[in-house]
């Protein structure tokens, strides 16, 4: 029966007027249609429907609560899986990433993204064939301390917008942050300082007997005679991204991207450099320890490194079934990334079959010396016409020098009358012997 059927006949029964018609509580419900146990049922439902209203409202009150919480304890705005897993590893409070969604909705939350950088795909090496090889070829998940990827880094501090630079060392497999170095310079010492640090944390879990890749970009300092001594001396094999191909360092990439939409506003607002870098160094602690990642079974770094290594999850159930009811997670874990590694690497056999045959067809020892020479032509022509054109400029500006020195003769044979007259600019005009300043229009 229709709801509001019942509703009219409820109001006629609470504003208490059936006796001034003679009317009992049944006959009323008998000229609506309606009968006493549909009615009684109803009034149930509703005050059912009252109370699961009240306490989903306290319940929903009690997530914002939490959610600010966790912006507050992360400093910035996280996605919804981040706050499904800091719902559950912080509250034991369980929650569905699509309920995370409109709770998100409904506070105006939106979650810092990254932006594109201006710098990226731009190569630092002089020439296509002095490219130094890429080993690792983007096969980033081959184990725990096996890739480790680096890069460097910008941020901006203070009200002048001064430039301070990161560098740091990540662990491709478990995506912990191995060491990190902050500093107002891009010297080779910044490298050279993250990696000291790196060593000296984690140069035990390091194990240089078996292959363990050193990977980043084309970068002087990474390309320096000193850094490869230094990987070399410790059995570091170095592997290096193809010319301006992002994709060849993406988790590095992605991690950097992620760190500016969360930090960059922040570290804007330090005063000097020492601050913007306690900042960071602060995030980056925080971002191995404390941040749960989705990617990772809802662990942080340091965690999911301590469980792919030991097997012992720091978790005694997820999201109230008992971990010892599901598959061991190293098995679902690896069997993934052996399914990703191999379909990675079937594409990429295709992509570098595909692009060996085609440089076979061009690139031959002979047509690249000829396109270096004709690069270098066009070099030679660009710098020829520049000269040129400085020449032609300065024989234009002796010119109106010698134009200067006729003006200044005739300034010094003029009359009072004349001089009174050119102390305003507009008389100038009318003297021919002064018509070099409408040459210099182009210096201002």
């Known amino acids: 029966m229709n709801a509001d059927v019942f509703q009219l006949a409820d109001n006629v029964i609470r504003r208490q007027k059936l006796r001034a018609y003679g009317l009992s509580v049944e006959g009323c419900l008998k000229i609506f249609g309606v009968s006493r146990s549909g009615y009684y049922s109803w009034k149930q439902r509703m005050r059912d429907k009252a109370k699961k209203d009240e306490e989903n409202r306290k319940e929903l009150s009690q997530i914002m609560e939490r ?11 996280p996605g919804k899986r981040t706050f499904r897993d800091f719902m559950f590893r912080d509250y034991n409070f369980k929650i569905s990433v699509k309920r995370c969604a409109k709770v998100m909705k409904m506070m105006n939350l939106i979650a810092n993204r990254p932006k594109k950088d201006a710098y990226k795909g731009q190569a630092t090496h002089d ?34 917008r001064s430039t301070i630079y990161l560098c740091a060392f990540k662990d491709a497999f478990t995506k912990e942050i191995l060491g990190a170095a902050v500093s107002t310079s891009m010297a080779t010492e910044l490298v050279k300082k993250a990696y000291d640090r790196m060593m000296d944390k984690h140069g035990k879990e390091i194990n240089r ?67 913007a870098a306690r900042l960071i160094e602060g995030y980056l602690d925080d971002y191995n320890n404390k941040i749960y990642q989705y990617s990772l079974a809802g662990l942080t770094p340091a965690e999911y490194y301590t469980y792919v290594t030991t097997g012992i999850y720091p978790c005694d159930s997820y999201y109230g ?20 590694r191999e379909k990675a690497a079937k ?17 031959t020892p002979t047509l690249i010396i000829s396109r270096d020479k004709a690069r270098l032509s066009r070099e ?65």
Request: hydrophobic share 35%; charged share 30%.
């Open 380 to 444: 030679k022509n660009k710098w020829q016409k520049s000269r040129d054109a400085a020449d032609k400029q300065i024989s234009h500006i002796d010119g109106i020098i010698e134009k200067t020195r006729e003006a200044l003769k005739f300034i010094v044979t003029s009359s009072k009358e004349v001089l009174d007259e050119l102390k305003y600019p507009q008389n100038w005009q009318k003297y021919k012997e002064l018509d070099y300043i409408f040459e210099m229009r182009q210096l201002y």
């Open 321 to 340: 079934v008992k971990a010892d009811e599901l598959l061991p997670i190293g098995e679902l874990v690896n069997a993934r990334l052996e399914a990703a």
């Open 67 to 77: 959610f600010r919480a966790i912006i507050k304890k992360l400093g910035f705005i």
């Open 209 to 275: 007997n078996t292959d363990c890749y050193i990977h980043s970009d084309q970068g002087s300092q990474y390309l320096s005679t000193s850094f490869k001594e230094i990987l070399s001396d410790d059995k570091f094999i170095q592997s290096v991204s193809r010319r301006g191909n992002s994709q060849d360092n993406a988790p590095m990439e992605s991690f950097f991207g992620q760190m500016k939409c969360r930090i960059l506003d922040l570290v804007a607002l330090c005063p000097t450099s020492e601050v």
């Open 347 to 363: 594409v990429r056999e295709q992509t570098r079959a595909k692009r060996e045959a085609a440089e076979q067809l061009v690139s």
């Open 127 to 160: 020439h296509r064939c002095a490219s130094p090889e890429n080993k690792v070829q983007q096969n980033f998940y081959i184990g725990p301390r096996k890739v480790i990827l680096t890069d460097i880094t910008y941020l901006y501090y203070g009200k002048y």
